[in-house]
């Protein structure tokens, strides 16, 4: 039995032993062989029991006992049929394209996973770029994987890196809660590109898709996808009820007294927060408020009034009779709008009509964007973790990390 047998066993690297070890006060230095003596090709995986040439090589691995770890072995040349010119061999343990084991770079990339990359790159020793290449690596391979996915339900979003400037589009697949397409732009080509890449056999199986009111969006799945039924996002929809209610809450307090935009200061909140989620003390408050101004008790009734026709989704109806007195509530909604003489409400009126079959659509599908409003938060959390991401591949790519 060798010397080295107890610490080869211990190190663990498959079809490898250590046949030296060096231990210094704050690293480990392992020289390890090939416990057979074949070389394997790197391009088509063809053994040889010839070498061409070779060369030491050393990499680093897991720590242990509170140390940084070196592995130093030999790199090979290869004579191939499948290459006219020499080639590496494989190194089964060392991660491909980089000075480091393959067990290392997983270790990397689960931690890079929930921690900035700084931190990963500083408890392990290394570089901040070596160990954001060794992430970035690993995102690759598995986003390829992603892009296989054949969808049947599926919402697209926005989302702005910086606002006013850039976009990015991202499509998920409802039924697996999972993003299967992230493009650098929010114009219908965006969307148009994903579709064609699919194909006509896995685009004819989308039958649902979730959008904001955002027309090129709505172009391509009209172009790509006419079997589609497309409903409009119930948080976009209310969004523009919101701001119908602030644009009335902004004008009465400009045409107020200084006592009148005393009373209005802070209101916001109160406006535009669903009526169901305010403490008693805030309705209190909302009641006294709306009691004093006229314009803002009629915005604030009408936005109230328009969620209600959403709780539709929870009564004991089926799909098309739900879809019908949806419909009826709107065109009574409509003419209540009409009567407030709301300068705001009538523009989100013309919109919404226009937009009728798709926001009413939610009341046979019961889909929301909600997936994707969740992943804005985690694309926040994503880019203050990293302080910020320079390199823009690599951000898409976490963003398809963190959407599984």
Same mark, same amino acid.
């Given at each position: 039995?060798? %010397? ?6 211990? @190190? ?8 030296? !070890? @060096? ?12 416990? #057979? ?68 770079? *997983? ?9 900035? @990359? ?41 989302? !702005? ?47 649902? !898709? ?7 969006? #709505? ?20 969004? %523009? ?10 004008? %009465? ?81 409509? #003419?209540? @709008? ?15 009509? *226009? ?50």
């Amino acid at each position: 039995m060798s %010397e080295y047998t107890l610490i080869t066993q211990m @190190v663990d690297l498959p079809g490898y032993q250590v046949v030296k !070890a @060096v231990v210094k006060s704050e690293s480990i230095d392992l020289w390890v062989e090939p416990e #057979e003596r074949f070389y394997t090709c790197g391009y088509c995986g063809q053994r040889h029991f010839a070498l061409h040439s070779k060369w030491e090589v050393t990499i680093r691995d897991l720590p242990a006992f509170g140390k940084k770890v070196y592995l130093h072995l030999s790199q090979w040349r290869v004579e191939c049929s499948c290459r006219q010119k020499p080639v590496k061999a494989e190194l089964g343990i060392v991660a491909e394209g980089h000075r480091v084991s393959k067990r290392l770079a *997983r270790q990397v990339h689960q931690d890079c996973r929930h921690t900035a @990359v700084k931190h990963v790159a500083e408890y392990y020793g290394l570089g901040w770029e070596q160990v954001k290449r060794i992430d970035k690596d690993e995102l690759e391979r598995q986003v390829e994987r992603f892009k296989e996915v054949s969808p049947t339900k599926i919402a697209i979003d926005e989302y !702005a890196l910086s606002r006013g400037h850039k976009y990015l589009t991202i499509i998920t697949e409802l039924e697996l809660r999972q993003v299967i397409e992230v493009a650098k732009t929010r114009q219908s080509s965006a969307v148009s590109e994903y579709l064609r890449r699919l194909g006509k056999r896995k685009r004819a199986r989308i039958r649902d !898709a979730v959008i904001d009111m955002w027309s090129p969006y #709505e172009k391509a799945l009209r172009r790509y996808c006419p079997q589609a039924r497309i409903t409009y996002d119930r948080f976009h929809v209310v969004r %523009e009820l919101n701001r119908a209610v602030d644009e009335v809450r902004r004008e %009465e307090q400009q045409r107020h007294s200084k006592e009148g935009k005393r009373l209005l200061k802070g209101s916001r909140f109160l406006l535009l927060k669903g009526e169901e989620r305010l403490s008693p003390a805030s309705r209190a408050q909302l009641s006294e408020l709306l009691s004093l101004n006229e314009n803002l008790f009629k915005a604030y009734l009408l936005k109230e009034e328009f969620r209600q026709l959403y709780r539709l989704r929870d009564e004991n109806l089926s799909d098309e009779q739900r879809y019908r007195e949806g419909f009826r509530r709107f065109i009574r909604w409509a #003419e209540k @709008v009409k009567e407030s003489g709301l300068e705001s409400f009538r523009r989100v009126l013309k919109t919404f009509t *226009r937009r009728l079959w798709g926001i009413l659509n939610f009341l046979r599908t019961g889909l929301t964007n909600g997936l994707s409003e969740g992943l804005n938060n985690a694309i926040a959390t994503l880019k203050k973790m990293a302080y910020g991401y320079r390199d823009e591949e690599y951000f898409i790519l976490k963003i398809y990390q963190r959407a599984r």
